[in-house]
């Protein structure tokens, strides 16, 4: 064992350290000495090592150089500078700043790792993609409605009635480019709990009309069954090196029928990743409604599926005497009435 030569039943004969920083210098050298057990340092660089990074299979970027970045900013206070609007907005402290020039300035720069980092939270890279990751540099935008008014974002709820028809899609592409798009939900594990069920599925989009592309999938709405919370509806847009044959996708994929929808982004990924690269994501939650019930009865033929939770009581510790840093309100956890008890203990 460590420090089994030293005697313990003569601890005072021992050599003293006489102040703390000789302490310190002798615990440092100590430390960096070799031993023959396994310190908790060597445990976690062995984790490390045997730990697979997961892989970018993301559009590459290539960070402007840091001169070029200073020269913009320099140019950009030089024009605040002259411009004598500015310099009273500014010192009579009514200057405003447009929402959409900062929206535009976030998309361009930090936006994209602030939606992996967002994509991450709610597992869409685990679910989707297991060991491998994307940062999403084109802005997908899609919206639901005539007006446009319910807008889809990174994990925002949204319901089955909203998202009932298609939405409009929109986002900031080339000249002669194809891009395909994808809708799927990784948590209707109604058949089989390692698939997923497709919503939508467009190929050879020309440009940004995604109407003038290739329906490989029509859409369908999104159907959470009641009783299993809240789903995962995840948009992702891959853009193409050249024309994609989806033949063999859209035998797969005739209409509305579970089965034939039962799908893998990975396995599609992989069939297609010579000729297309993911590079836009948004997604939304979803929650049973009244119009889940339609979409299963009318749309999908078939009988609704129904499941119950058996929500556990509700875990209250120990009552303490004196409860420090509790609510007011802390007695009213252990009481055996319904009443509530609003007075100061």
């Given at each position: 064992m460590r420090n089994e030569d030293i005697d313990w039943t003569?601890?005072?004969?021992l050599e003293k350290?006489?102040?703390y920083t000789r302490y310190v210098r002798a615990a440092e050298e100590a430390d960096q000495k070799d031993v023959w057990w396994k310190t908790y340092r060597k445990y976690r660089e062995e984790e490390n090592k045997e730990a697979v990074e997961p892989v970018n299979i993301g559009l590459p970027y290539q960070r402007p150089s840091r001169n070029t970045e200073v020269k913009e900013r320099k140019m950009v206070m030089l024009e605040n500078k002259k411009n004598p609007e500015m310099e009273r907005d500014n010192r009579l402290r009514t200057?405003?700043?447009?929402?959409?020039?900062?929206k535009a300035q976030w998309q361009q720069t930090n936006g994209p790792y602030h939606?992996?980092?967002l994509a991450e939270h709610y597992g869409v890279y685990k679910d989707l993609f297991p060991m491998a990751y994307f940062v999403p540099r084109v802005m997908l935008h899609a919206t639901y409605g005539e007006d446009s008014s319910t807008a889809v974002h990174y994990g925002n709820h949204l319901t089955p009635s909203q998202a009932a028809q298609a939405p409009q899609i929109h986002f900031e592409a080339e000249e002669n480019s194809l891009w395909t798009l994808l809708l799927t939900c990784p948590d209707e594990h109604l058949l089989d709990a390692e698939q997923e069920y497709l919503h939508w599925l467009v190929g050879n989009v020309p440009g940004n009309s995604v109407s003038s592309g290739e329906e490989i999938c029509s859409y369908i709405s999104p159907f959470p069954a009641r009783?299993?919370?809240f789903h995962r509806y995840i948009y992702i847009l891959f853009k193409q090196e050249g024309l994609?044959?989806?033949?063999?996708d859209l035998r797969s994929c005739p209409g509305y029928s579970l089965k034939q929808r039962t799908f893998r982004t990975l396995d599609f990924y992989r069939k297609h990743q010579d000729l297309m690269t993911p590079a836009g994501l948004a997604f939304?939650?979803?929650?049973w409604d009244q119009s889940v019930s339609y979409t299963f009865h009318t749309r999908l033929n078939m009988r609704e599926p129904v499941f119950e939770y058996d929500r556990p009581p509700v875990y209250h510790p120990p009552q303490k005497k004196y409860p420090h840093g509790q609510p007011l309100r802390y007695l009213d956890r252990?009481?055996?009435g319904a009443e509530k008890t609003y007075g100061i203990y």
């Open positions: 003569q601890l005072d004969s350290y006489r102040s200057f405003r700043i447009l929402l959409d020039r900062v939606i992996k980092r009783g299993t919370g994609v044959d989806f033949s063999a939304f939650q979803c929650q252990y009481r055996d």
